[in-house]
């Protein structure tokens, strides 16, 4: 069965990076389009990034580029989400997700990332 | 890539239907067939429902269905169960991608 398990988050202070990663198990790695989604204490989701199966391809939302970096290991069957210079409106539960067709079908638990203000 | 805009809330009696909005642009939901809806109870991770607008992944109940008409989507889940309560949130392609900002669904 899919299975989505992120890791790295933590207590960061405002400037700091941080770098989540998510091991994939369960289904053809290489073969998704993979995101990261985001969840503020309290709030809706944020889609904030995704890569296409052979990372060619990257998004970001307005609110990270040029701060965040997408990638992946497709011979370790992972994703990553480097984050530089964290604000504290990035703090928030980060969702590692399989993507079909734009639309994420399978969900990690969530690593938290918290940067006080 | 503003937020696509849903009711903060809705509910319904057990049995009922009921049907959540999602309102777009001609730049996202009215242009591309890639609308998807996502159920997430409290605490968890938040659930496929929806993807291309009407499909449903396997092991979705059959009593949610989705639709479009122009800029706007809509989730409709009909025969109301109480284990439906939970926020629900659209999401459209758009080049990149955009949420609306959850409807919570409140099960009388």
């Known amino acids: 069965q899919v299975q989505l398990v992120e890791s790295g988050g933590g207590l960061v202070k405002p400037g700091g990076s941080l770098r989540l990663s998510c091991a994939a198990s369960?289904?053809?790695?290489?073969?998704?389009?993979m995101s990261w989604i985001r969840q503020a204490p309290g709030k809706g989701l944020e889609w904030v990034s995704y890569i296409s199966g052979s990372s060619s391809y990257t998004n970001y939302a307005d609110s990270v580029k040029g701060r965040f970096t997408i990638s992946r290991d497709n011979a370790k069957n992972s994703l990553y989400l480097q984050m530089n210079s964290l604000r504290a409106e990035d703090t928030a539960v980060y969702y590692c997700?399989?993507?079909?067709?734009?639309?994420?079908?399978?969900w990690g638990q969530g690593t938290l990332v918290t940067v006080p203000s | 890539q503003s937020a696509l805009t849903q009711p903060a809330s809705v509910s319904g009696s057990p049995g009922q239907s009921i049907t959540i909005s999602c309102t777009g642009t001609?730049?996202?939901?009215?242009?591309?067939?890639?609308v998807s809806w996502y159920q997430q109870h409290p605490g968890k991770a938040p659930k496929l429902m929806i993807y291309e607008v009407s499909k449903r992944p396997s092991g979705v109940s059959s009593r949610f269905s989705g639709s479009k008409s122009g800029n706007t989507a809509s989730l409709t889940i009909s025969g109301l169960q109480a284990e439906d309560e939970a926020d629900y949130y659209c999401?459209?392609?758009?080049?990149?991608?955009?949420f609306g900002g959850g409807t919570k669904l409140t099960v009388l």
């Open positions: 369960g289904f053809t790695f290489s073969d998704y389009y």
């Open positions: 997700a399989r993507d079909i067709e734009s639309a994420a079908d399978h």
């Open positions: 001609s730049s996202d939901v009215g242009n591309y067939n890639l």
């Open positions: 999401c459209s392609y758009a080049g990149s991608r955009v």
